[in-house]
């Protein structure tokens, strides 16, 4: 079963680092959302490129759609995020960052709703 509300801490982590660093204006560590490399990749994405994807034909097609998004959406948000620089952030892709960051917050509550629902059939 998929442990979204791991998903979810992770990337609050993340996010939460970045924004210490932008507030401190010091050094970030950014990560890649780990679909196109297996190299400097965030705990989100080893954990989904890991469990998730190779399974992906498991799941029925709604659910399917769903973590599809979430990968389109959680990339999105690290090139973005790779953009940002935590010394001299640009407000415009910091905010750019929180809308994405919105995005994939819900996308994974979906998911989390969705599969509660198979689990009760």
Partial sequence: MVDVKFYMAQHELYIKRLKRA???RGDFAYKECCRDTKENCCAFGQTFYREIMPNLEEFPEPIREVILQIEKVHCEFHEIGKQIDSKNPDEALVKKMQ?????????LMKLERMLIGVEKV
């Fill in 22 to 24: 932008i507030e401190s």
């Fill in 99 to 107: 809308d994405i960051s919105l995005t994939l917050y819900q996308l």
